[in-house]
């Protein structure tokens, strides 16, 4: 079917053929692997995401704890532990990070603190939760394909929370120069979702929201941008999360009607 042209110029899409305000394809399954205790796969454009959740099972000796969002490292609460690994062949570069990455490593910590702050860990006292998460392919979006597969495991886990975490991401990019007063001036756009090639040329934010208003439990940028631009990138990514939680809610539901069809059956 022709793209229709009518109402939006071709000139205002980006590389991918979206508009401003359109996600990628976004593909997620839960109870990928029967041995973990919770499974998610997920896919956010190309970048593929593979999580599974243990526990909560008995902490033992913590050697690296991550201190949650309250700041405290267990003791009455459990304790949420994240580990992140790449495939080699996950990025453009076929090579393997060292293990204290330090981008790695702040990704393990931003997505211990944000599932800490949902999860219920009050009710597993010195016990441990471990989110291993495996990432196949990078094409933008990373750290909030990483979130949203680690909420999906959780959620196949049973493990109890508040609400769902539910991350996107936004940029900024400048568009033609318009004509005002015979001087041209720049004019930045809010874009949603980016991938890839996006991130490496325009500046962007991750947040991640909890439940379906709009209370913001993470938000990071990497990027350099006046502060007077950062209010529409916010908005754009919290509008954002409430398309992928309704996404991944319908994914959530889909599969609950489906073991309790089996069984009944």
């Not at 995401?49 to 309250?70: D, K, M």
Request: hydrophobic share 40%; net charge neutral.
């Amino acid at each position: 079917m022709p793209l229709d042209t009518s109402t939006y110029s071709l000139a205002l899409l980006r590389l991918d053929g979206r508009r401003w305000n359109e996600l990628r394809r976004l593909h997620a399954q839960i109870s990928t692997q029967a041995a973990a205790d919770g499974s998610s796969y997920l896919e956010m454009g190309n970048t593929k995401v593979l999580c599974t959740v243990t526990g909560p099972a008995e902490g033992g000796r913590r050697t690296t704890a991550i201190p949650t969002a309250a700041g405290n490292v267990g003791g009455d609460e459990a304790e949420v532990r994240v580990e992140i690994s790449m495939a080699g062949f996950s990025g453009t570069e076929r090579k393997k990070r060292a293990r204290g990455d330090k981008r790695i490593s702040e990704m393990q910590t931003t997505i211990a603190n944000a599932c800490s702050s949902s999860l219920f860990t009050h009710l597993y006292p010195h016990s441990l939760i471990s989110i291993a998460i495996r990432i196949l392919s990078q094409d933008g979006s990373m750290l909030a394909a990483c979130i949203n597969a680690a909420t999906l495991a959780l959620v196949d886990a049973g493990i109890p929370m508040s609400d769902y975490t539910i991350a996107c991401t936004a940029g900024l990019a400048l568009s033609s120069p318009t004509i005002r007063g015979g001087e041209g001036q720049d004019r930045t756009d809010p874009l949603l979702d980016l991938n890839g090639v996006e991130e490496q040329e325009l500046p962007f934010l991750t947040v991640a929201t909890l439940g379906a208003g709009e209370k913001v439990s993470v938000l990071v940028m990497e990027s350099r941008v006046q502060v007077s631009r950062l209010e529409s990138m916010l908005a754009v990514g919290v509008g954002g999360c409430k398309q992928v939680r309704e996404i991944l809610d319908r994914v959530v539901r889909a599969h609950g009607k489906k073991l309790l069809s089996s069984v009944i059956s």
